[in-house]
């Protein structure tokens, strides 16, 4: 096959079996072949610096070494079991020693899985049904998360709008829907409706930062009124620090969801809280009434397991994460620098280990206010980055720990074509 078409025919072929010619991940016009350390090859032999990582988890970048020994050290001896396997206990403990909230963990295979299980966890523990998320926060692919993920229209607060095709009207009765790093709102929900269950947040929404003392006001407003606290770690677990965001704002959770990073690349999530809220997974504690069912063919996967494992003791050694906060800040620097120099009105928003650009003269604090002044500015900026061997989501930049000199420096030209592509507009 003649190389320059091989992406084109990939591309026809998916367009035969999946439905928009894709997984439903990211965008189908673009097919990886390898990932190898910082970059990744498309089809046709374009070579990008890698910013996506797999939307997160390879934060050691592709193929890290260690993480590939562990891996092939680990497969002679089994691929899975859908039994207990001394990997998987193995990276429970080191979960549990690592993050605040956990006293035990429970094991499944994505992040939406987690933060289905954390919603009716908080649900089996309080006796309670309704919960509290907010506008445009993540939380996977259930019912409750796809409850005013991206509503396309304004409704009043706390009315909940359905994201997806698919979902009973019932759900909506449910969730009751907040303003992101708005604790006066928050307050009058907890005040003027009873029977909720638990607030599930996003430390970090999207890339929206929460602001001084919000998460600490939502620990206390919880407090106050008998309503568990769900941190979304999905993303923010082994990346904000090691503790995660528990650990970086030092406000600790009821309930958090973990995953990404603890897979090391491979399908694993987790959900802890305390030996007291786990209880409900076990039914000789709880009784048939109370009890949470769980299971899944691949929970606790031991190559996962061993892969999460060493990708953790990576980021344990000293200076793992300072170097990540300094590659981030430098790429930060980079792009206000170059669009500042064009004179385009912009905020960088996020945290260095993850960050992505707004294209207005506004700080953005909530879904409502986080938007492009011109979406097309933002496609133009994201096309051109990609053009000039680039690769990230349109609206993330994920930096990895694999980064080189010489990514930087490509970045860094990437960035000044795409500023001037967008002053061009």
Known sequence: MNRIHAQADWIARAREVLP??????FDASIVIARGEGSRVWDEDGNEYVDYLIGSGPMLLGHGHPEVMEAVLEQLPNGMTFFANNAKGIELAEAIVEAVPCCEQV?????????????IRLARAYTGKS????????????????????????????????????GIPRGVADEMLISP??????????????????????????????????FLQGLRDLCDKHGVLLIFDEIVTGFRLAYGGAQERYGVTPDICTLGKIIGGGFPLAALGASSEIMAHFDKSVVGAENWLMQLGTLSGNPVASAAGLKTMEVLRRPGQYERLRELGQALME???????????????????????IYFTDADPVDYRSAKHGDPRLNETWNGALRANGVFKSPGKLYPSLALRTDDLEATRSAFKQAANAVSEF
């Open 20 to 25: 928009a010619a894709g997984f439903g991940n």
């Open 106 to 118: 429970r094991f499944v295979t994505s992040g939406g899985e987690a933060d289905m299980y954390a």
């Open 130 to 165: 309704k919960i509290l998320k907010f506008e445009g926060g993540y939380h996977g692919m259930s019912a409750e998360a796809q409850m005013s993920l991206a509503p396309s229209t304004h409704v009043n607060f706390p009315t909940a709008v359905p994201d997806s095709a």
């Open 180 to 213: 992101f790093n708005d604790l006066e709102a928050v307050a009058s929900l907890l005040s003027e409706h009873k029977g909720i269950a638990a607030i599930i947040v996003e430390p970090l929404q999207r890339i929206i930062p929460a602001q001084p003392g």
């Open 334 to 356: 980079m792009q206000a620098s170059a669009l500042t120099e064009q004179g385009i009105a912009h905020r960088i928003c996020g945290d260095p280990t993850l960050f992505d």
